[in-house]
């Protein structure tokens, strides 16, 4: 199912991103160098993610002041896929921001809206629309099977889809040729963590 992968990829960022926090604060590398050689320069030079947030709207959002931010990046297929991770003073807590943009090396390649067509818009998949009074709440294997669904999330950007379950997740927004993923760490319950992701994904997007 083209939904379990886009699930993959949502956790996968959510777990490489905790298990990546220790790794680098260990070899105590610099904040601002960190940066994929794989990634060009003129790619790097279209939008720098680590301006889409300011350190403010992450405080407001997550509670807790943002210690530093942390860009990486790497070309996969034919998308850029930059990252920027605000690293809040609780580690568990901190936000992650993916940019994906044209590989302009590429262009016949997987790109951002093709990726996105894939995964939200395979013929035959099931959407379901998320509303504020929407519980996500059940205990049932039914309904864990229904969140893991991609859950459209009106009023964000061209389209947005929250993919993810009870344990982490992350909001996808497109907006024209570019896709962002947001996800946020050290909340609970995954009403909070989509009502949370939505604040930080309008500030981003204004800044597109």
């Not at 939008?47 to 350190?55: D, E, H, Q």
């Not at 407001?60 to 990252?83: I, L």
């Not at 009074?133 to 947005?160: K, M, N």
């Not at 907006?175 to 996800?183: E, N």
Request: charged share 25%; proline share 4%.
């Amino acid at each position: 199912m083209i939904y379990r992968h886009a699930i993959r990829f949502a956790l996968c960022g959510f777990f490489l991103c905790a298990i990546a926090l220790p790794a680098r604060q260990a070899r105590g590398g610099s904040p601002q160098g960190t940066k994929a050689a794989s990634v060009s320069a003129s790619a790097r030079e279209k939008t720098n993610v680590c301006t889409l947030l300011s350190s403010g709207e992450v405080e407001a959002v997550q509670g807790e002041s943002v210690k530093e931010t942390r860009p990486s990046g790497k070309a996969s297929g034919g998308m850029v896929m930059s990252e920027c991770l605000f690293i809040t003073a609780t580690s568990a807590k901190s936000v992650s921001v993916v940019l994906a943009t044209p590989d302009s090396v590429k262009s016949s390649a997987l790109t951002p809206r093709k990726f996105w067509q894939k995964q939200f818009h395979a013929p035959g998949e099931k959407k379901e629309e998320l509303h504020a009074t929407d519980t996500v709440a059940g205990d049932s294997e039914t309904e864990r099977e229904e969140r893991s669904r991609p859950r459209r999330i009106q009023g964000l950007g061209e389209e947005a889809y929250w993919v993810g379950n009870p344990v982490a997740g992350a909001l996808y927004v497109l907006r024209g040729h570019i896709f962002l993923r947001i996800s946020v760490g050290g909340v609970r319950e995954e009403s909070a963590r989509i009502e949370k992701s939505k604040v930080l994904a309008r500030a981003a997007v204004k800044r597109l």
